[in-house]
Every structure is written in structure tokens, then in C-alpha cells.
């Protein structure tokens, strides 16, 4: 497994800027897609975005699209959530997690590598 560690999160204005990185140990980071989620107050987590193992295909919540973007640094075993223009609505604690592609977008639960989150407020 690859152990995953989220940070760049904190207190944020409403239409401000984060940007979150997950840095990845243990397992080779490339040889999985990545995806984060976030779980806001008495909310169910949710998918926020995903890309593959190479970059080359990303996917998107539509409630992020626009304002959202997820990059990875391979080389630095390092992923990145940009994100804009942000909302009260956005206020979570988002999480990083490893595994499959399709299995990301479609069937989170089955994930095993998550990491330990970062809070996300947004304040209006």
C-alpha cells in the first residue's frame, strides 16, 4: 500500500485560493490513480476530483468544475488540488486516497489507501 499524507489546508474567504497537496510514500506513486474527496459537516464523503496515473485524464464533481483543478508531480510523489473561487458550500474536510481509476470514480468505498484529511473553511 501506499501511505498517503494530506496538507495545505485552513481558514479561507469566500471567493479566495488553497492549494492541497497529498505527498505519497512506500508503493511507487505512479503506478496509481489518484483521486480527492471531501466530507463536509453531517454530509457523506464525496468525490471531488480524479486523474490518472499519467495525468492524461482527469474527472470532475460538476460541483467543482471551473473552479477545481487536480495535478500530480510524479517525480515528487505529489498531488495537488488548486482550488478557486471558493465557496461556504466547499467547507470540508477533504481526503486524498489511491487506487484505481475507475474504482475512484465509481466505487470509493472499495479504496484501502486514504489519508488522514485536511480541513477546508471557507468563510463567507
Known amino acids: 500500500q501506499v501511505q498517503l499524507v494530506e496538507s495545505g489546508g485552513g481558514l479561507v474567504q469566500a471567493g479566495g485560493s488553497l492549494r492541497l497537496s497529498c505527498a505519497a510514500s512506500?508503493?511507487?506513486?505512479?503506478?496509481?490513480?489518484m483521486g480527492w474527496f471531501r466530507q463536509g459537516p453531517g454530509k457523506e464523503r464525496d468525490i471531488v476530483a480524479a486523474i490518472s496515473l499519467s495525468g492524461g485524464t482527469t474527472y470532475y464533481a460538476d460541483s467543482v468544475k471551473g473552479r477545481f483543478t487536480i495535478s500530480r508531480d510524479n517525480a515528487k510523489n505529489t498531488l495537488y488540488l488548486q482550488m478557486n473561487s471558493l465557496k461556504s458550500e466547499d467547507t470540508a474536510v477533504y481526503y486524498c486516497a489511491a487506487g484505481p481509476f475507475a474504482t475512484i470514480v465509481n466505487m470509493p468505498e472499495a479504496l484501502e489507501s486514504w489519508g488522514q484529511g485536511t480541513q477546508v473553511t471557507v468563510s463567507s
Open positions: 512506500g508503493r511507487a506513486f505512479s503506478s496509481y490513480a
